[in-house]
């Protein structure tokens, strides 16, 4: 291996010996040194030793232009660098790691199809590729062929079991609505994944759980997962929001507050901010909080949602009525919606246009008991008995599908409270579930227990808002009449108070989805 | 160059730092000008006589300055010029020989130059690689001159896109010369041999067959095309050769050779291959999610820092230890070692201008750094154990010494319940008046309810009033008529008292062509005067803008402005097609008379 004393390259271009050939100087001689600047994300003097390195070279050296397309990338002139990794893969058309990147950047570029063109192109050059099955997979899930995606997946999952395929897969199943084979697949990630990788293990877990419905098992383990990294918002928010719907409201905001030094702008944090003062009736500070969330994000129904249910509450009816139209405006085909918007309107006297509403949203409603029976309330109140009697036997009608399916046995003490009191007004509601004899002595111990709960006021009845409501005109005449001197106003503080839950559970869910996705 | 002492220059970490600080500020340089990273600079005993003399590869400015220095104190000994840059450095003991000075071996493209006594005295070159035996045939076909340039490049590049192994830079070259120069470059070149190289990416060194502190050591050396040679420390010869998937970046190896070792390479795909004795193919692999930027083993485990801002353990056979978080993008790692107190600890350098200390996943201790170190080098320097040396991005030298009292808690010093869980939530006040108007709507929401659904409705039969008079009146932009879509805007120039109005027109139908239209204006005549109040315009060929100049002169001088109306009209038809009121700026210059 002993060669002769020669004259590095360098030098050999600068003073070219009359005789005898220049040495050449090696095309990849710089390729180590643009690889050492470019992870320790040097990237200005990588662009300038790439740049001398091209000049050079004229524009043959692959790994310069290689890592140029890449910081052009992250610099996001994906245009440009996807026209450099094209001509990487000119220069070296065996790679198949130009073509992987040549199809990342048309990914980016949002080519979905141009993408699983260029993959399948890469997948051909290496059979067994992670990556390629995982991202095919992933442009598939964009092109809404989830059969192709999952088969893909399945595929990435075969060569290497990572985290990312798992997740990708359990949001296909999810996205098809198959909660069944997303709990398999997040249960098999439980299995697979290495210990090691205890933040993944734990959304995997979460994930698994609350699929399954177990939420306090999968509030453990988010609690787990924030011990690792406590600083993680969307863990975080995800852990504070399940706190905020068991009450927790101190433990919550204590969180919170962690996550908004972090992220200070951030709609759903604001909201659910907001929603926790709510539960602790600081209503003008729950206000404050929702409107910066609305400032944030104006188009985002949920936010507007909570301001109209806190503006109900506030009976600030005309306020509430504008949130809640812009929420109905934004998401036209939530009965729930409808539901606050008809009481609004039922405040401000406009009885048509509330039953107008109520008509609407018993036609979108599927399961909500409350829209039935706060329709019968105002159609009672009208004076219609006959529709009155018509939408409480729906509710029973509802009650019973769901006693019968077993999805709910518990009913908000309330609701039942309500209901009952106007089925003795319309006569009717005999044989609804909790007034059966044979499973009456738990519901009606419950509904036994809700009435000093109701003296002490469960959350978000308000009982000056309960006056107002029943001052209203030929409001409290009629119930004085027919159900004594009970006065109707917990029915209104009733569907208030409920539905404050189901928003907060559907945030819960964006949160988590969210977590696991940055997570990756 | 300027120099601050260890004194003056403390002067700035003096109030928070210097009590409770573990180590002595023992030199700064912030114009050293060294720009190197943590695999060119080596402390070694260059002379035998007991004092360590730290060696830095310097790349200068990254084309030219190469030199080799060497810094006894705090001065440089001694310069050399080095003749490319060097990728990297080690200083090993190539025979036994008395005195048993060391010898430098430094790695630069495809050599390896060494050093002895400061003064070159080998110079080693990789292997060639193998020519395709194509390619050997089309320029021994060119040399005979059997075949012209022209012929060749169509050869060579076909050879280009199909072969499996790569072309020589000869071919690559000619590939990229323009017509007229590949005679001369073919009649220049057409004698020499075809050869094919490759550079040296990193290099290390490995005990031949004892483990002692001063045994002799082979050079161990990665290539850019995936090679990983052990070279005899005396004969320079390649005892062995391995290869890998991907060019290797960083390489940590351990063992003996004669007996067993274990090379651990980071690669430039990301992944860290493991290599061993009794195989020339990697033993194991550890794919990580982000690229490597530092490697070093401590006692059996490989320590990883990479981009993604994290720090990962191993096993030596590859199995996932443990994740730390960092806070930064990592810059350099090296191995803090202090065999007399039975110490280990991992120092990995931030972008954030700090040094980490990491025992396992534990963050031990913190060293604040006025710049952002890019090379780390513990060890002994001079005659002092527990030296800290690191080169910083914009070219300064520190070196720092452990304290003799220095004890690190093994406990992980990193923060427990988040600081920011007691700070105050900001959250927006409400005015006296808010909470008076809340009462107000309380009071009156009906009220203010129908009188808000009331000026809707007035306000919407306004605007649809509004609007059908515009479209009346064709008071719009653009014309509401089928047959002559037409779109206009008016721009006004000048300061006054002339103006240039023009008007931009365009047919927006599809292929129709508009024809015989005319522009008037309507204007007061005391304040403005044109020259033509009335004009034809050409036939109008859809899609193509047409600028329609004229000018406008203010006749008055008493700083007021009026609306000048332009109706596009159709022949023979009175109400116009579009209407345009310009309103016009007031003239800021006065008529010459």
Redesign the interface.
Known sequence: ???D???????DLKKPRPKK??E??????????I??H?????YE?CK??IK?QLHE??G?CEYAVYVQALIMRLEGKIQQSLELFQSCAILN?KSS?NLKQVARSLFLLGKHKAAIEVYNEAARLNQKDWEISHNLGVCYIYTKDFRSAEEQLNLALQL?KHDLTYMMLGKIHLLQGDTEKAIDVYKSAVEYV?I?NLTFKHTCFILYTMLLGKYQKAFEHLGNALTY???NFKAILAAGSMMQTHGDYDVA??????A???V?ESPPLWNN?GMC?FGKKKY??A???L??ANYLSPFDWKILYNLGLVHLT??????A?HFLSAAINLRPRMSELYMLLAVALT????ADNARRSYEQAVQLDESNLLVNLNFAVFLYNQGDKKAALLQFQEMERKVNTQVDSNINTEFDPELVEMAQKLGAALQAGENLYWSKPGKDSKSSQRSSSSKPSSSQQPLGTNQALGQ?MSSAAGYSKSMQITAGAEPLSPSTSCHLHRSVHPNLQSQIFRCLFEWCIILM | AVRCSALEWSGCYRNEEIASSKWLDAHYDPVANLYTFSSCIALSDLHGDGENKLVVGDLGTGVCNVKLKVYRGTGVLSESTLLDLPTGLVSFLMDLHEPRTPAIAVASGPFIYVYKNLRPYFKFTLPSLEVNPLEQDVWSQAKEDMIDPMTLKEMLEGLRDKAEIPLSVRSLRFLMLEPQEMENFVLLHKEQPIRRQTVITCIGMLKKNMADEDAVSCLVIGTENGDVYILDPEAFTILYKMSLPSSPTLMDVTGQFDVEFRITVACRNGNIYILRRDSPKPKYCIELSSHPVGLVRMGKNVVVGCTHETLHGYTQKGKKLWTAYLPAPVTAMALMDLPTRGFQAVLVGLANCEVHMYRDKNLISTIKTPDVVTSICFGRYGREDGTLIMTTKGGGLIVKILKRTAVFDDRDSAPGPPIAQSIRLNVPKKTKLYVDQTLRERENAVAMHRAFQMDLSRLRLAAARAYVKALESSLTPMSASLTEPLKMNAVVQGLGPSFKLTLNIQNTASCRPVMNLAISFLYDENLYSMRTAFFKIPLLVPGLNYPIDTFVECLSDKGISDIIKVFVLREGKSAPLLTAHINMPVSEGLALN
Do not use: G
């Open positions: 291996m002993k060669t004393v020669q004259l590095p390259a360098a030098t050939a220049p050449l100087p090696i095309l990849e001689r710089r390729n180590w040194l690889h050492l470019y992870i320790r994300k040097d003097t300038a030793i001398e070279t004229q043959m058309p790691d290497n290495s090691h990294d406590p600083n905001m204590n969180k919170y507050r962690v908004a030094y972090s200070p901010i003062f003008v500070a206000i404050s909080c409107k910066r506030m009976q600030q009816y005309a306020s009525f405040n401000l006297d406009d107002a």
